[in-house]
């Protein structure tokens, strides 16, 4: 990171293949689409090479990476949902999807999976900001409480009260679902 303040361009490559996976994970989890993942990744990069001048210089790099892609995911998030308000999706081609699969799991349970992931996306979804960030990366990234504290800037105790209001939106809005 000290390389890459000082503006050494290669020092990008390394940090990239360090944490490129745990935050695309991350921001997958808030997107839930692979491209716009991917797209989202690249850009919270290019905010880190942007800002590497104002990085407090301590010794680990993931959690302000971390901030940098919740605060990133939460924008494209809310620009997504502005743009699906003013827009039509188009139908999906069930013929294209079915020549490219080739075990397809049966119609039932194909579409008991669609069914349980959307409820579940809708529940996330439904979160306040906070509560959805906590609950991601507890839950997907696997970031223990304090690691969640220190990359968005909170209280231990803010990130708990979170963590519990979010689990008990989630099976409130899951109930029934098993």
């Known amino acids: 990171m000290g390389r890459l303040a000082r503006g050494d361009r290669d020092a990008l490559g390394p940090l990239m293949e360090r944490h490129y996976r745990r935050l695309y994970r991350l921001v997958l989890s808030y997107l839930r689409d692979p491209d716009d993942a991917l797209d989202a990744v690249q850009e919270v990069f290019v905010k880190a090479y942007q800002a590497a001048s104002r990085w407090d210089g ?3 790099v ?3 990476l971390t901030r940098i892609a919740v605060n990133h995911s939460i ?3 809310r620009r997504g ?3 699906l308000a003013s827009e039509a999706p188009l139908e999906e081609d069930a013929e294209h999807d079915r020549r490219l699969r080739t075990e ?3 119609p039932e349970r194909r579409v008991m999976g669609r069914e349980v992931g959307e409820r579940i996306a809708s529940a996330l979804r439904s979160l306040p900001e906070r509560q959805r960030a906590v609950f991601v ?3 997907y990234d696997e970031m223990s ?3 969640i504290a220190s ?3 909170l209280s231990l105790g803010t990130v708990k009260s979170s963590l519990h209001r979010a689990v008990h939106r989630m099976r409130e809005r899951l109930e029934g679902l098993r």
Request: hydrophobic letters at 20%; proline letters at 12%; glycine letters at 12%.
């Open 62 to 64: 993931g959690p302000w």
């Open 145 to 147: 409480l304090e690691d």
């Open 151 to 153: 990359a968005l800037g």
């Open 75 to 77: 924008d494209r998030y």
């Open 58 to 60: 301590g010794p680990e």
């Open 137 to 139: 990366l507890r839950h």
């Open 81 to 83: 949902r502005r743009r």
């Open 104 to 106: 397809d799991p049966s």
